[in-house]
């Protein structure tokens, strides 16, 4: 036997025996917990003309071997016998919900045709509910009144001296005064829309050990998820139309590991975070998302009155497929190919060069994986399918400003050209990708993936390569890493006065010898306002690095960035007692990914030839807006 799912309607749980073993901590909700249960459920009836049910969390439940043939002789109307048939069934999970609606049916008279709850560690429940019912009057009951009430119960029988019983206690007075403050609420109606139109999903546990299944629902609260849900109704056995128990057994392995093989790719983050934009996915399991996909792409063609039943919660895609199945059981073999060929499409898309940029562009800015399978599966080849990505990266450029637009001198509209930057650094990586292919020695394995995953765990910011604000280099820090720069290609008398200035602690005597210093070396060209606010003088960082650097020189900036990607924090280079420079020290440090286009500013990658290394320059600038233009160019080969 294996595990199964279902739907059940509170009505067709009447007659049944429940059974909260030990291993369970008795009833703790709380009045706010039973008063949400209340307004939920009076809410949904407001929508009742809408159709639909209202979804309790799944009950896991065991069913519990007896004598079942000697109770039945022993039966003494045909009622008995019906709910022995029923069996008794061992609470695994959802001992806090079946309880409450069984002290809310006990409140709305239903406690003679309810179910049986029998607790393992504790007896009398029943008898304990009458004696209430004969206490509570039809008035409000104040929390003093109900520890009073309480003290009154336990003294004249002190079995009742119990937390459970207090617990059960509060919320039958919980239930009693919220009636009573909705007066108008009808309690017949309210009874009959409890047994009608609130379902549990009913799990039935087979051969597996309750405690263990427990401990995992409970310890850290970790649900059943959908996927749970949606797996159980796939390995039904009635799903299978076969009377061979081997091959039946053959087969829900074969689904089973095909099943697990998905999950565990799928929890590669570097292939997860490839189709996710955001790494804030709650859920145990990453497979509902494809569920979710289908669910999305499918509900239109379900008629309204199954969609009435599918609702909005969070199992609204487990009750899709449940419905979906009810239509025609053997539509699994068709919907589980389906599953598969998603599956199959995104690793497609992650294991080529194009698709995965690109499709990973997209996503980035809003794109669904519902919309791009769909367009997919219209493509006629895949040529087309990369052909129409293209198209939406280009469109997605073509809303930002032109290249040569001037930004706001404050900086504040500069993230209109983000998508630009990281296009940029996206089609920059596919370049290198299709170089190496072209090359017969290095075709082979050679594919380097822009890092989505990173990119989408930093916060990342546009900021300026050659500062927004003017720096002066009036502070030591900045003044010794402009020396160290300039030190090797300046000429000996140079070199002397820089040696003096290390060697020196006198602040006045240093501001002089750097004027004279300064004097000696040529400026470099002034950038006015409307220069530096162009897109040739931006690039992408994560914030801790932005804000690590400041209103730095740009080869300082160019020594912090070095050190994040070695993960490292490396000091100001210094001139040694015999006047050799030396690098900064290294140590450790926390690292972040820097894209490869910021990496490539930082190294004049886009400079025909190496200019002033203290400074961004506008032939630097020139160079990297003419690479930025024709990775763009791209988009329309």
Known sequence: MDNSIKLKKISELLGMKFFIPSYQRGYRWTEQQVKDLLNDINEFSQKLNQGGFYCLQPLVVKKREMEILKKIKDANTIKEVENLLKGEWEVIDGQQRITTIFIMLYYLNSGNDSYTIIYETRSGSSDFLLRIKELIREESYSDEQIKQTFKTIVKEDNKYDNIDFYYIFIAYCTIHNWFYAHKGVDKEKYKNLLLDNVQFIWYESVDEDPIKVFSRLNVGKISLTNAELIKALFLNRSNFKTADNNHL??????????????????????????????????????????????????????????????????????RYFYEYFKIDQMKFVLCWEKIKNYFQIFMEW?????????????????????????????????????????????????????????????????????????????????????????????????????????????????????????????????????????????????????????????????RVLFEEIKERIPDVESWTPDAKNRIWNYALLDSSTNHSYGNTIFSGKRRIIIGKDKGKKIAIPKLNNDNQLLLGKEIEAKSSFVPPCTKQIFMKYYSSVMSNSNYWTKDDAQGYLNDIRECIKKLES
């Open 249 to 318: 057994k053959l087969r829900q392995q074969e689904i089973a590991s095909e099943w697990d093989n998905i999950e565990y790719s799928l929890q590669n983050d570097e292939f997860w975070l490839f189709l996710h934009k955001k790494d804030d996915y709650n859920r145990p399991t990453r497979i509902d998302f494809i569920f979710d996909i289908i669910c999305e792409q499918n509900k239109l063609m379900l008629n309204n009155e199954i969609l009435k039943n599918i609702g909005t919660d969070e199992n609204k895609t487990f």
């Open 350 to 510: 992650y294991n080529d060069v194009l698709l995965y940029h690109y499709i990973g562009y997209l996503i980035e800015y809003d794109y669904t994986l519902s919309a791009l399978t769909e367009e997919w599966d219209k493509s006629k080849g895949k040529k087309t399918f990369v052909d129409y990505v293209k198209s939406e990266v280009k469109k997605k450029i073509d809303m930002c400003p032109e290249l040569d637009f001037q930004y706001k001198d404050d900086g504040s509209d500069k993230y209109k050209c983000k998508p630009i930057l990281l296009f940029h650094n996206i089609q920059t990586v596919i370049n290198q990708n299709l170089i190496n292919q072209n090359n017969e020695k290095y075709r082979l394995g050679v594919f380097y993936k822009f890092p989505f995953h990173l990119y989408r765990r930093e916060n990342w910011e546009v900021e300026h390569i050659n500062s927004n604000t003017t720096n002066d280099e009036d502070d030591d820090n900045t003044q010794k890493e402009w020396l160290s720069n300039v030190y090797l290609g300046t000429d000996i008398s140079i070199q002397e006065k820089i040696q003096k200035y290390f060697a020196s602690d006198d602040e006045n005597k240093k």
